[in-house]
């Protein structure tokens, strides 16, 4: 099993913050832009064992790092709002 559990961490992130962002797209091409844009700025979280995946979610559990994550996913949000390439 190989999995980047900041995938899973950023879509979670994006459902959670949905709500405040009422005239969001949410087109395919959108959501992937958005995805696309916050694991080239997050650091990527592999695990390749459950083990793996409990550090993973304790690490998940630090202030500091969901800050960041809201703080990407947000900025991700608003760029792809304002330019959406779902027209191309």
Request: proline share 6%; charged share 25%; glycine share 2%.
């Amino acid at each position: 099993m190989l999995k980047n559990c900041m995938e899973i961490i950023v879509l979670d992130t994006l459902e959670s913050i949905k709500p405040d962002y009422r005239g969001m797209c949410q087109c395919n091409q959108c959501q992937m832009d958005i995805l696309a844009m916050c694991l080239n700025k997050l650091p990527p979280l592999y695990i390749t064992s459950d083990k793996g995946e409990m550090y993973a979610k304790l690490r998940e559990l630090s202030p500091q790092f969901k800050v960041n994550v809201i703080q990407t996913v947000t900025e991700a949000v608003e760029v792809v709002m304002s330019h959406p390439r779902h027209h191309e």
